[in-house]
């Protein structure tokens, strides 16, 4: 078994669809006697062969524990774990490896960077300035501590259209604003929002500020670097690894500063009864046993990605997108939610006179799956003044073809509830 990180895949000199499609073994099965055509891409991303068999792999030819180790396994279940990091912090740009923690996905780094990072900020009074379109997970934990503190959570109100108000968050950058934190790309809307300018907005006035990339990673490159902010977070289940896993990128003097999220194994430096020394990030954030075989998928997913045809790609996904538009908005009595210039990945949408229960429990009797429900983001369905919507989320796996399967469900769906 190889023990360190391959070379990159060579990528495709052209992007072709239906070749890749070969490489997602659960896009051959059928539902319910139809063809699988998964459009639930939002919610998680399926997994090609190669992630697969590195994980089974691991289990089968290297399993061991990580770190400390002498002998042959787990120094090599280290060296691949330590190269599942540089890795997928490629995806992010390539930041240095002591920038870049392990979690469980976003979920979990918001919750590392809510009571590690800003909880000790707090005071009486105190802001978290948020938006009105995120996703629970960058809601609650910064509810929590800022209710442990007596600080408010703040959401920057949206246009009609589903962009940031950006006169409105420029305005709510207070002095009692301790912390920004928003979404790069909307689960729900699909709205690409402009990161780095906002990020520069709070950190003139020495806000930090961290972004949600989990809709964005698997759509178009990121860098860090360049984009101003202080710390980025993706889920890997999103981009085409395994689940329970996920990165947190952290600027090093911040993390440097904060206070272990958990205790445990492994991110310790000397444990003594009088007290105990902890060891610097990354391993500070990790503490116990990590999912390793999940680390080492999310490496190798993160290759497989970046051995795309990454113009190819995202030009087969905006045609897909296009395409998936203009069939929902010309299905009579569709209503779509979000009209903002820039939007990728994800269409939600209602059909008059229809639940989009029944509609995503028709979708599915034709082998058509797609998300319905509030998408884990009930303030903005509020804001859209409705409790639920329908999702389609395409990838880079999908085709025109189950875009027009989709077209086919809701013009029955049309005339069976008309």
């Known amino acids: 078994m190889s023990s360190v990180s391959e070379k990159p895949q060579a990528k495709t000199a052209t992007f072709d669809p239906v070749r890749v499609r070969a490489d997602f073994p659960v896009l051959t099965r059928q539902v319910h006697g139809k063809p699988l055509v ?6 998680t991303a399926q997994k090609p062969t190669v992630v697969i068999d590195r994980m089974a792999r691991f289990y089968r030819e290297g399993n061991a524990n990580i770190h400390r180790g002498v002998h042959l396994l787990s120094v090599e279940a280290t060296e691949a774990y330590e190269a599942a990091r540089r890795d997928a912090g490629l995806l992010l740009g390539g930041p240095p490896e002591g920038e870049l923690v392990f979690t469980k996905g976003a979920t979990e780094a918001f919750n590392l960077v809510a009571r590690s990072f800003v909880r000790p900020l707090l005071s009486p009074g105190d802001e978290i300035l948020l938006t009105e379109m995120e996703h629970h997970a960058n809601i609650v934990p910064w ?47 699909g709205t690409v929002n402009p990161v780095k300018r906002l990020a520069a907005l709070a950190r003139d006035r020495g806000i930090p500020v961290m972004i949600d990339g989990a809709q964005a990673i ?32 952290g ?19 000397k444990v003594a009864f009088e007290g105990t020394t902890f060891r610097p990030p ?19 997913a993160a290759r497989y990605f970046r051995g795309l045809d990454a113009a190819g790609r995202e030009a087969h996904e905006h045609a897909l997108f296009d395409a998936l538009e203009g069939v929902v908005s010309g299905t009579p009595g569709a209503i779509l939610y979000g009209r903002a ?9 209602n059909l008059e006179g229809i639940h989009p229960h029944d509609l995503g429990t028709l979708a599915d009797s034709a082998g058509v799956a797609i998300r319905v429900g509030h998408h884990c983001a009930q303030p903005l369905m509020r804001r859209l003044g409705v409790t639920a919507t329908a999702r389609a989320s395409i990838a880079f796996y999908n085709t025109v073809e189950e875009i027009d399967a989709l077209g086919d469900v809701l013009r029955r769906a049309r005339k069976l509830f008309s």
């Open 38 to 43: 998964y459009l639930d891409n939002g919610a």
């Open 341 to 349: 210039p820039e939007r990728l990945g994800v269409v939600s949408f």
């Open 282 to 300: 990354p391993e500070r954030f990790e503490a116990g046993t990590p999912p390793i075989a999940a680390a080492i998928g999310l490496g190798e």
């Open 143 to 189: 509810q929590i501590v800022a209710a442990e503190a007596g600080a408010r959570v703040l959401a920057c109100p949206i246009t009609d259209a589903g962009e940031i108000d950006e006169k409105a968050f420029e305005g709510m950058l207070g002095s009692r604003t301790r912390m920004v934190s928003l979404v790069h790309v909307s689960n729900v809307l």
């Open 251 to 269: 600027r090093r003097e911040l993390l440097e500063k904060m206070e272990p999220y958990q205790g445990g194994g492994d991110m310790i430096d």
């Open 218 to 249: 698997p759509h178009f490159p990121v860098d860090v670097a360049s984009l101003g902010c202080d710390f980025y977070t993706f889920s890997g289940h999103k981009v085409f690894g395994p689940t329970g896993i996920g990165l947190l990128w």
